[in-house]
């Protein structure tokens, strides 16, 4: 499975240490995930490891995969973060094995994670926050919806956090593997929100969401437009200008930007 998800069209792949793994099992999936990264040659998507908080075996597993590994992930995801002192606890382990590099992705997934994600998402050593849904909702004792509404305000948080400290927010996964068109709409909205990606939990959800996320031509035409008309305004000192009869401010040319660094991501412009 691990190889298989490897294999995928996917920007990134996490091997799962956490929830995944029976309690009973932790150290042959350990060890599955040393040999499976060493193995590795010149993968596509960058190579994560989930691993278990660190009250239960979160340091036990950084030890392995990170100091046993002759090629260690690009990044570790962190569950149930609920403040920069989890990060930092990771930080400073990972600093201690000499793997500064490693990139750290908390999940906030919980009532204090989403109370705290600011000072989750600006803690040093973060490169992206994700929000873990179906944890969160049990911790708050949600009611959980066809539409999410429960989910509404902890969502635009890890989405405001994310913004503020200048970092990637990845959504949830969504359970129902065989529900495409329940999928595509979720992402589509979380798209919306200004989420930069989202987690998946089947290979056959990876084109779905890759598409959701990547810009259609007249979007990308318009962020062109807006971007010559930017430097074009530059040139003669004009501080706004107009693109098909539309007024186009510092906030406009941002979201061009971003179109366009989606549909570069996509490889398809």
Do not use: C
Request: negative net charge; proline residues 5%; hydrophobic residues 45%.
């Amino acid at each position: 499975m691990l190889e298989k998800a490897v294999a995928t069209a996917a920007d990134a792949v996490i091997f799962d240490l956490e929830d995944a793994v029976a309690p009973d099992e932790t150290g042959t999936a350990r060890r599955t995930a040393v040999e499976t990264l060493d193995a590795l040659e010149d993968p596509g998507p960058a190579v994560s490891v989930r691993i278990n908080p660190y009250e239960r075996s979160g340091r036990a597993d950084v030890a392995a995969v990170v100091g046993e590994a002759a090629t260690p992930p690009e990044f570790i995801v962190l569950p149930m973060a609920e403040g920069a002192d989890d990060v930092a606890t990771l930080r400073d382990h990972l600093a201690d094995l000499g793997a500064e590099g490693v990139g750290i992705v908390p999940l906030i997934e919980t009532a204090a994670g989403v109370q705290s994600a600011d000072e989750i998402a600006a803690a040093a050593g973060v490169t992206a926050i994700a929000y873990g849904d179906q944890d969160f909702t049990a911790d708050v004792g949600a009611t959980v919806t066809a539409d999410k509404t429960e989910s509404l305000y902890a969502r635009q948080r890890v989405v405001v956090a994310a913004g503020a400290a200048g970092v990637d927010a990845v959504d949830t996964v969504y359970t129902d593997i065989e529900d495409v068109d329940g999928l595509r709409a979720q992402v589509e909205t979380v798209a919306e929100f200004g989420f930069d990606g989202k987690l998946a939990i089947h290979p056959d959800q990876v084109p779905v969401i890759n598409e959701a996320f990547t810009p259609d031509p007249d979007e990308v035409a318009w962020a062109e437009r807006v971007i010559a008309g930017k430097r074009t305004a530059d040139e003669t000192g004009d501080g706004v200008f107009t693109v098909d009869g539309q007024m186009i401010d510092p906030p406009l040319v941002e979201r061009a930007r971003t179109i366009l660094d989606r549909a570069a991501a996509a490889g398809t412009r």
